[in-house]
C-alpha cells in the first residue's frame, strides 16, 4: 500500500545460501574437491534498477610465515632479507560476477577484507618495501593454484538465482574454511552469509597423523621398525630370488 | 596415482615416489652411502616442505642402508669391529654437530652456511676421489698384474692403542677412526645427511681400507646415525612422514639390493671413480644455484618463533 521512497531504508534482501558440501574428507588418494555453492536472495520487494552483483570468497585457516629476499652479495645469491606475515591464509579463493573493481569499491573491499591482498594481515616491519613481501607471497601461492582469482564466474540469474564452483586443490591443510557470500548494489555491500566448511584427514591419514604427535616415541621407533623389516624382507627375497 | 601425505600436506604421485626411491637405493648399494644429499633436494623438488623432507629421508636411509648392509654381511664385506668404532664417535660428533647447528642458527644464515659446506666438501672430496681413481684406473690398465695395494706409511701408523681390524686387513690405532667417526658426525649434523660421502673416501684414504669393505661398513654406520636422527626428529618436531617414508622405502631397500650386487661386479677404482663423478655433479649444481640468478627471489617459509 505504502510506496516506501528511494532514500528510505535499506532494500530488505537476505541470501539463502548452500554447499555441495560442507566437510572434506582428506583420504588416502585425496586428489582436490570441488565445492558448488549456491543460494538465492530473498526480498519482500521487487529488485532495484541497479544491477545485483555476488562474490563468493573460500579462506582456508590462517598461517604465519616467514618471507625472504634473495640478493648477490659477493657472487652468491643469498637471503639478505626476511619479513615476518603475521597470518596469511592457506587457500583463499575469490568469485565474482562481473570483473573485481566493478562489483566492490576499495573501501568496501577493505572493511570486508575481501580481495587477496586484503586477507593477508600484518607484513612486519623489518623491510623498505613490504609491498614486495606481499606480492610475493601472492604470486607463490596464486602459481601453485592456493590463492584464485575467479573474475566472471559466478552465474547469476533474475537477480535471484547464483552459483559458482570453486576447485580446492590436492596439497589443503586441514581446519575450517571460511566461505562468505557477498550481494553488492553500485559496489557497496548489500548483505552477506557466512558458512563453514570443515576440512580434515579421516582413516588411516588421521590415524597417522595423531600418532606423529600425540605418541612420537612410539611413531618414531614404529617408523624405525618398519623401515628394519622392508630391508629385511628385501634382502630375504633377493636371496630367494638368487638362489633359485 | 596421487597419494596424500598426512605430514607433509601434500598430495603427490606414488610411482614418482617408488621411483626415486629405487634411483637412490641402488647408489646406496652400489657406493655404502645413504642417498640423502642426493634424495633431500630432490624431494624439495617435487614439493615437499624441507622439514618434512630431512626428517623422513632419515628413515628412508635407515631402511635402504639395513637393506645394503645385510647384502653385504653375506659376502663377509662389514668390518663390525671399524664399524663399532666409526659408530660411537659418529654418536658423540653428531650431538656436537647438533649444538653447533642451534648456535649457527642463533647467528642466522645457517641455509647459506650449510649450502657452502655441502659445495666445498663435494668438491674437494669429489675432486681428490676423481684424481686418485683416475689414476689407479690407468695404472691398472698399463700393468696387467694385481691392482697395487696403497700403504700409507706414516704417523697414522705411529698412533697408539692399536688394534687389529681383521675384515678390513689392518693393524690400526683406534684415534683415526674415532676422530673419522666423530667428524663425520658433526658434518652430518649440520648437513643434515647419514654422511656416507665423507665417510667412504675417509675411510678409503685417512685409514686405507680396502674399497670392497669400506662400502658394508659405510651402511653398517650410517644406519645408526639416521637412526638416531630420525628419532629425533619424530619426538621434537613431528615431522617424519610415515606414508612419504614407506613409499619411498619399498623402492630404496630394492633398489639398495640392486645396487649392491652391481657393486661386486665393478673394480674397486670404477666404484671410486663414479662415485666422485656423482659427487662432482650434486657439488656443480649446488654451485650453480649458488651463482646464477633464481626465477624467484623470494621464498616461503614456516614462522620463526619470537
Redesign the interface.
Known amino acids: 500500500m505504502l510506496i516506501a521512497p528511494q532514500a528510505a531504508a535499506a532494500q530488505q534482501e537476505s541470501i539463502v545460501a548452500g554447499l555441495s558440501q560442507n566437510t572434506v574428507s582428506?583420504?588416502?588418494?585425496?586428489?582436490?574437491s570441488e565445492i558448488l555453492i549456491f543460494g538465492a536472495v530473498q526480498r519482500d520487494a521487487p529488485a532495484p534498477e541497479e544491477p545485483l552483483e555476488v562474490i563468493v570468497t573460500i579462506e582456508g585457516p590462517d598461517?604465519?610465515?616467514?618471507?625472504?629476499?634473495?640478493?648477490?652479495n659477493y657472487?652468491?645469491?643469498?637471503?639478505v632479507e626476511a619479513v615476518?606475515?603475521d597470518a596469511a591464509p592457506t587457500f583463499y579463493a575469490v568469485a565474482t560476477t562481473a570483473p573485481f573493481d566493478q562489483v566492490i569499491t576499495s573501501t568496501e573491499d577493505l572493511r570486508y577484507r575481501i580481495s587477496i591482498p586484503r586477507a593477508i594481515r600484518a607484513v612486519g616491519t623489518g623491510s623498505d618495501r613490504p609491498g614486495?613481501?606481499t606480492d610475493?607471497?601472492i604470486?607463490?601461492?596464486t602459481d601453485a593454484g592456493l590463492y584464485q582469482m575467479l573474475e566472471n564466474s559466478v552465474n547469476l540469474r533474475s537477480e535471484t538465482l547464483f552459483d559458482t564452483s570453486i576447485a580446492l586443490p590436492?596439497?589443503?591443510?586441514?581446519g575450517d574454511y571460511l566461505a562468505r557470500i557477498f550481494l553488492t548494489r553500485g559496489r557497496e555491500v548489500v548483505t552477506s552469509f557466512e558458512t563453514e566448511i570443515e576440512v580434515a584427514?579421516v582413516g588411516l591419514?588421521?590415524l597417522?597423523?595423531n600418532l606423529?604427535?600425540d605418541r612420537?616415541?612410539v611413531?618414531?621407533?614404529?617408523?624405525?621398525f618398519?623401515?628394519?623389516v622392508?630391508?629385511?624382507?628385501?634382502?630375504a627375497v633377493?636371496?630367494y630370488i638368487r638362489s633359485n | 596415482m596421487l597419494i596424500y601425505l598426512p605430514i607433509a600436506e601434500v598430495s603427490v604421485n606414488a610411482f614418482l615416489l617408488l621411483g626415486l626411491g629405487g634411483m637412490v637405493g641402488i647408489l646406496s648399494g652400489m657406493f655404502g652411502v645413504g642417498g640423502g644429499f642426493l634424495m633431500t633436494p630432490l624431494l624439495f623438488f617435487i614439493g615437499i616442505p624441507p622439514a618434512v623432507a630431512v626428517a623422513t629421508e632419515a628413515n628412508q636411509i635407515v631402511a635402504s642402508s639395513f637393506s645394503g648392509v645385510l647384502a653385504h654381511f653375506k659376502r663377509k664385506t662389514v668390518d663390525l669391529k671399524m664399524g663399532g668404532v666409526l659408530l660411537v664417535g659418529g654418536l658423540v660428533g653428531a650431538a656436537l654437530g647438533v649444538q653447533l647447528f642451534n648456535a649457527l642458527r642463533a647467528i642466522g644464515q645457517v641455509d647459506l652456511l650449510v649450502k657452502l659446506s655441502y659445495v666445498v666438501f663435494l668438491g674437494i672430496i669429489g675432486a681428490l676421489m676423481f684424481v686418485e681413481s683416475l689414476n689407479a684406473i690407468r695404472k691398472s690398465r698399463k700393468t696387467d698384474g694385481p691392482p697395487p695395494r696403497r700403504h700409507h706409511r706414516g704417523w697414522i701408523h705411529a698412533l697408539p692403542f692399536k688394534t687389529r681390524f681383521r675384515t678390513s686387513g689392518l693393524y690400526l690405532s683406534v684415534i683415526p677412526p674415532l676422530l673419522v667417526g666423530v667428524a663425520v658426525g658433526v658434518l652430518a649434523a649440520i648437513m643434515g645427511v647419514g654422511g656416507g660421502f665423507i665417510m667412504v673416501p675417509a675411510m678409503i684414504y685417512i685409514l686405507g681400507m680396502p674399497t670392497k669393505v669400506v662400502v658394508g661398513t659405510s651402511l653398517f654406520q650410517i644406519i645408526f646415525v639416521t637412526a638416531f636422527t630420525t628419532l629425533l626428529h619424530a619426538t621434537t618436531n613431528f615431522t617424519v612422514d610415515m606414508v612419504l617414508a614407506v613409499l619411498l622405502l619399498i623402492g630404496g631397500v630394492i633398489g639398495a639390493q640392486i645396487g649392491a650386487r652391481i657393486g661386486v661386479y665393478l673394480k674397486a677404482e670404477q666404484l671410486r671413480i663414479l662415485l666422485a663423478i656423482m659427487v662432482l655433479g650434486v657439488c656443480f649444481k649446488l654451485a650453480f644455484d649458488l651463482l646464477v640468478q633464481p626465477t624467484e627471489l623470494f621464498s616461503l617459509g614456516a614462522a620463526s618463533n619470537h
Open positions: 582428506i583420504t588416502a588418494n585425496f586428489n582436490g598461517q604465519a610465515l616467514t618471507v625472504r629476499r634473495l640478493d648477490r657472487g652468491i645469491w643469498m637471503n615476518e606475515v614486495d613481501f610475493a607471497v604470486r607463490i601461492r590436492a596439497n589443503l591443510v586441514e584427514k591419514e588421521r597417522i597423523y606423529a604427535h612420537p616415541l611413531y618414531g621407533l614404529l617408523s624405525l618398519i623401515a628394519i622392508a630391508g629385511w624382507s628385501a634382502s633377493f636371496r
